[in-house]
């Protein structure tokens, strides 16, 4: 089974977009033994869409085209398949209801255009889209098909995990070749520290182990072929023992897992709660802890103490301390995690001060200069770390270090 | 003059690697008055690169390709663009001088394999990668020309900058061409509103206006073409003028403006103080406004109140209010952010206060029911909101309404 996949969208080849769907959709369809060939972008131009759809319903058994599919004029790529796939168009009454009852949900009328997102092949079939107005659909005909998929990300990873996979699965089965990965995520070290360690590993050819550097952390793909899913799974099985005999508690999740799920997890099953005091990192880690569903049970407070008049009023934090230390120092972020447990009563507290830059370093206390304090019943524990990259990069690198300080601490 | 783009690697066709190097050319040819209409993507494979290539020789001017230029027996880029070329490689001894100067310096011996790097076109010119072993190539004839440029970033964004730009400058120069554009970004409307008060202006051809969704924003796009950058600015400054004419104060910025930049520009102008009171944002909203560099003269401090005690210890909530009418209100809401106004001594504080879910939707009070509130000398306002999605996307959702609630605020 080969497939090929069409961005669509002036946005793209103008570069004001990175094309992350189509690296997405790409992921996932070797899981179900389809053969990617070939990709293309191409502009919101009827005729060079149609070109590029014609040329790969030739080579291909399956095409994807991602995005086209509001309900603006600039919006063609459902048309333009009607057309190359020799099918019509016809109002689906049940999205049409469904776009309407969208609308009146928000209490705004709808404008008439959007009603072309309702309209749908045939022949085909509806991918209904619960995250947004515009639904999916399938195009079928000799053999072939075309899969017309939304370009919001938000709509669209939903929509390949709800519909897509299923489809997949029910034409294509098993025994066509399986690939299956998996990613093995490891914080406190890196890139090139992971790749020596496990340098001999990186030799193989089935499974292969690929590293990978993420913003503050690295990433080992393991990806096996094989007949069935099932001896893939071994194979990957087997590799991830060996690669965890080697690193050990360094890797702190597989495929999805962040580091802020995994720590929300020790922490329920541990029954403690968690307070913050954020100074450089700005409410990033409060964001990421929250961005866990659940995280209520753990998280009491954060205070982003972005100025010393904050550290002083809501944290505590002595005031002779901030003027002989100054307001980046072990000593500070110490006191503003004690303080984070005071004020909010919680069993662990998590403090971060430093220097994010561009602008505020200076000679003895450079950007990136970073403290992060962890104060718990067993008493405070402070690091100091130098971090490099852009304000954001280290904004990211001090939540990402801070929370491995977390799970560490938590075992 | 058109081009096209054909990134090589089959890691980018399993989706480890998201292509951002084929987006970052994409940015900069039509500022050379360079059109691309098309970008490919296919796997390291012979024959189906040199299919691509033929295919692309055929419609386009120029032909780039990212990736492929390495020392491993995979690479194989220049070797099949020589054969489709009709053109021979040689050992150019610069490069090879080059080379194993790289490795001596690094102590390390050569590979003999890595001196298939430095073989190049016989008639085309070798493009200097001083960022790592692999030089770029162009391949020249037949009037059109086949741009050969390494797959990693650090050494991609180099050479396209230090290279390429002469390259197109000196090929192309000026009137043939140039395409300028200029994104609007709108805050508090639909794509949909959005496009029908504009829709006059989605039909016009030169300058083109097309609409993207965001996630909560909606942006518009025009595009130009003339033959010098100061025509097809004015032509943009133009249309740019009649858009502003419809949707007014609802356009917050224009490119890369983001909300937040916008937000700590004017209360930094006004000589405001800020403070922010975060329930179900979770700290987003001071992530965001600490994002920008300099924020640390408007924002005191932000308190992410998780927990109803919280709200009561830090923020002053009143217990009887929290009981009368939970946490989940707009009187609530008022109070954080007159609480957190009271605790910070900040001018102008702003809270939020919702249920971003999944879980933890009741009947009369639903996943995505957010409260925003403003409180400043002028008092304090609430607004209900009903946002859908996911929880990242309700929690965006809601920062992305109480930034726009304060930049609408400071006029």
């Known amino acids: 089974m080969r497939a090929e996949i069409i961005s669509v969208g002036t946005e793209l080849l103008l570069g004001q977009i990175v094309d992350t769907n189509a690296a997405y959709l790409s992921k996932i369809l070797p899981e179900y033994g389809v053969d990617l060939h070939y990709r293309a972008t191409v502009g919101d131009n009827e005729s060079r869409l149609a ?17 086209g599919l509001g309900p603006t004029a600039d919006d063609l790529t459902k048309e333009t398949v009607a057309k190359v796939m020799g099918d019509e168009m016809m109002m689906h009454e049940e999205s049409a209801a469904l776009l309407r009852k969208f609308f009146a949900a928000r209490g705004i009328e709808m404008p008439e255009t959007n009603l072309k997102q309702a309209l749908m092949p045939r022949r085909g079939r509806v991918l209904p889209n619960p995250m947004g107005t515009a639904p999916g659909a399938v195009f079928e005909g000799d053999g072939k098909a075309v899969i017309l998929l939304p370009g919001p990300p938000r709509e669209f990873i939903p929509m390949v995990n709800a519909q897509v996979v299923p489809y997949l699965k029910e034409r294509v089965g098993e025994g066509a070749g399986i690939i299956r990965s998996r990613v093995l995520r ?15 590993l990186l030799e193989g050819s089935n499974p292969t182990v690929a590293p990978l550097a993420s913003p503050g952390e ?10 069935t899913v099932a001896d893939a799974v071994e194979m990957i099985d087997e590799m991830d023992r060996k690669i965890t005999a080697i690193l050990g508690e360094h890797i702190f999740g597989r495929d999805d897992e962040t580091l802020e799920q995994i720590v929300v997890k020790k922490l329920i099953e541990r029954g403690l709660t968690l ?14 802890i929250t961005d866990v569903s659940g995280s209520s049970a753990t998280l009491l407070a954060g205070i982003i103490s972005y100025s010393n008049q904050a550290k002083k009023d809501i944290l505590g934090v002595d005031e002779q301390l901030l003027d002989k230390y100054g307001a980046v120092s072990e000593q500070v972020a110490k006191a503003m995690a004690e303080g984070a447990r005071k004020v909010t009563g919680a069993d662990v507290a998590l403090s971060v001060t430093g220097i994010a830059g561009p602008t505020g370093g200076t000679e003895t206390k450079p950007v990136g200069l970073v403290y992060i304090a962890l104060s718990s019943d067993n008493g405070t524990v402070a690091h100091e770390h130098r971090f490099s990259g852009s304000r954001f990069d280290i904004k990211l690198r001090s939540s990402q270090t801070a929370l491995d300080m977390l799970r560490t601490y938590l075992g």
């Not at 690295?218 to 007949?227: E, G, M, S, W």
């Open 186 to 200: 490891i914080a406190g070290m890196g890139e090139s520290t992971v790749a020596e360690m496990v340098s001999d």
């Open 51 to 67: 070109d590029a759809l014609r040329f790969a319903l030739k080579r291909s058994d399956i095409v994807f085209t991602i995005g």
């Open 275 to 288: 307070a913050l005091a954020e100074s450089c990192t700005g409410g990033l880690i409060g964001n990421r």
């Open 218 to 227: 690295v990433h080992l793909r393991i990806t096996a072929k094989a007949d």
